[in-house]
């Protein structure tokens, strides 16, 4: 009998994925996952009071659930942990698990009761969005789902150029004059943009460093220079932060020891562009000049007092918080006590500014569901970027590429947590959480080391 013989791969590699048959059902939930992003980035409702944030809220959670039961008619399943985590990979998963379970338990002890079960109902829908990316949805269509990603960010990335330049205004919006609060494209308000914006372009540069193809990216290119334009005009520094991290972490995997080089080009792309323009250009010197004068509330764009009202939040209810979505009753009261203690004043001077959010989401998920909630979270969103971290280098080909772009995008959503909600926002929590359950799907398992490809 004749001897086959099969061309040997590197030891400790996966291989390419390879190609599947159909799937209606993976199609349908991929395409509510595209109509998701098309309405978080474009659809408003002008007749309403909360004219972009209540009907894109009520779009994506409707989608989310739509794709979530179509996956339920799906023959594949997800694998699960067994009770004792045998890998990182099933323990990233109990740590969620416990997480959410803590969650439930804070909102029983709330004593804002109504308010936290409404606002854990959303938890648990978007928490759906985890196995939704964990499963064949990603692998199948993870392309066309970025590419519907990019192209909507394109649209508000140079909606909001025309704005700022006064040459395209598609809403009446009353701003004080010279406000950059007037540049929210679709979006509608300005730092829910440049935190797509910049997530955006850590996809666009992916693309840019990876395509085989000429034209892709030169097209890669144009949008990363486009959304770069954005995240000036609307001249947030935690969204320029963030690219700036995703920046780096896509170079590291991909030029090793010369990843300075690209890591430079990227921070002096950035410098030259805010030195450019104008009205970034004040916004650093203003923030500089702030740090000069130790006024450390003006460099956080007045952002201590929330922290400081979180920090007494879980130090008054350590064990179960106050309940998921009770920041923001529970933030007067809690910055008050916080200035009676310190006898400094923590308000924000700026009149479009508000704080029902803590900003800083490691922060606010222990004000709400306390200690053990936030450490749960917190594992299990650092066992997923570590042990990413690690699988990459046993990865190659375009898994590899998948691999290191998903660590660098969620880095950068890791990155804007520190100042920012990100995950409490529908234009970058949908991306972050499907990239999450990717990233998870990519993590070696015990049972079978292939079945991520």
Partial sequence: MARRHRKASRPGRRAEPSRELGDPAASVAAAAIALAFVAIGLLIDSGADAAFDAPKRLATLFLIGAAAAALSFSPGRLPMPGWKPRSPRDGAVLALVAALAWAIFSMLASPRRASSFDALRVLLLYALLLPIGASRVLRRSGRLLLGVFLCVAAVNAGVSVLQ???IF????????FGSRESTGAYVGNVGYLALGLALA????LAILLGAAGRFLRGAAAAAALLFGAGLLVNQNLTSLSALLVGGIVLAVPRFGRRALLPGLA?????AAGIALYRPMRERVAGVLLAARQRDWN???TYRVGAWKAAAAMAAERPLT???PGTFEAEYIPHRLQAEIAARTRYDNPERTS???EAHCDYLQVLAETGWPGGIFAVTAAGLLLFELARTIRRLEGRTRAEAVFLLAFLSAGAAAALTWFPLQRPISAVALLLAAGRGWALLPS???PEEAA
């Fill in 266 to 270: 990227l921070v002096v792309a950035l």
């Fill in 201 to 204: 372009a850590v996809g666009a």
């Fill in 446 to 448: 015990p049972e079978s």
């Fill in 169 to 176: 205004q598609p809403f009446a919006l009353v701003t004080e």
């Fill in 321 to 323: 918080g106050y309940g």
């Fill in 298 to 300: 003006r460099v956080v």
């Fill in 164 to 166: 700022a330049r006064g």
């Fill in 354 to 356: 508000s704080y029902a």
